[in-house]
């Protein structure tokens, strides 16, 4: 890798947010969505985010940034509770193989930081290069959790206030059924 591209990862990493939780917040208010916010501890994994679940309602959700060799890139959302094999998740949605978006990527498309990816990072994407999916099993739960652009904040509102702020991005979301993306073995 080169002295330059290391420099402006490190310079991406320390940038401020292209998207604040507070700016989130107001969109959210613009759009009449209703939601509920909790702080805690920083949490960069979907096994460190269970200190945290206890005081939160509803679906704890975890998201995947991902991108093929073709440079198409999918942001995955799902219930933490939700196995997926990634090779059933490229067959599902056309990809081929996948890979994890690595933490430029991440900065220059979705505007966030490695521990903080969320479906709301979509608002940075205003080239519409990266299609959001979305777990059905998740939005028939009544309420899901998310980071709002920093991993030490949560907030719990509808999956349907999900899909309206998801709209007024200009995004429009793939579905897809949990056992379309189960690996081998696992029922659910």
Not at 151 to 161: C, F, G, K, R, Y
Request: glycine share 6%; with cysteine.
């Amino acid at each position: 890798m080169s002295t330059a591209h290391t420099n402006a990862q490190s310079a991406a990493s320390q940038a401020p947010y292209k998207t604040t939780p507070q700016a989130l917040m107001a969109h959210f208010e613009t759009l009449g969505i209703a939601f509920e916010l909790f702080e805690h501890e920083a949490v960069f994994t979907v096994a460190e985010s269970h200190k945290v679940k206890g005081g939160l309602k509803g679906a704890h959700c975890r998201n995947l940034a991902l991108y093929n060799k073709k440079k198409q890139m999918w942001l995955v959302v799902a219930q933490d509770s939700t196995p997926i094999d990634l090779k059933k998740l490229d067959a599902v949605i056309g990809a081929g193989r996948l890979s994890f978006m690595q933490p430029d990527r991440l900065w220059d498309y979705l505007g966030v930081r490695a521990g903080s990816v969320n479906p709301f990072a979509i608002i940075n994407d205003t080239d519409n290069a990266v299609t959001i999916v979305l777990d059905q099993s998740m939005m028939d739960c009544d309420l899901v959790n998310y980071h709002p652009m920093i991993n030490t904040m949560s907030v719990a509102l509808s999956p349907a206030d999900l899909l309206r702020f998801i709209a007024s991005t200009g995004h429009t979301p793939l579905f897809f059924a949990p056992a379309s993306v189960a690996p081998d073995g696992e029922t659910l």
